[in-house]
């Protein structure tokens, strides 16, 4: 998985980690989307904003937010290790 990950295959790979339906994934997305991802506050209003939306417990929107945050340091990281490598393959 070393290409870069389009925003259907964030989704998609959401959904093979959180065993979760399409649209809840795509809620999550957005909220990634139209939240910064770094620094504390960020953290603290998406967590917020996934018990919003999705109505689940405290500790359920820390696992979705580890394992999205995962996903994406994993696609930053492979993009670093080959920063020329042809992503439309």
Not at 6 to 17: G, M, P, R, S, V
Not at 38 to 43: C, D, H, L, Q, R
Request: net charge positive; proline share 1%; with cysteine.
């Amino acid at each position: 998985m070393a290409m870069t990950m389009h925003k259907t295959e964030f989704i998609q790979e959401l959904q093979n980690q959180l065993n979760y339906e399409k649209e809840k994934c795509i809620i999550i997305n957005h909220i990634l989307e139209s939240t910064s991802l770094f620094g504390k506050k960020s953290k603290d209003k998406i967590i917020r904003d996934l018990i919003n939306e999705l109505q689940i417990e405290n500790s359920e929107a820390n696992r979705i937010y580890e394992i999205a945050m995962n996903i994406i340091r994993i696609e930053i990281k492979n993009k670093l290790k080959h920063p020329f490598r042809n992503q439309d393959k």
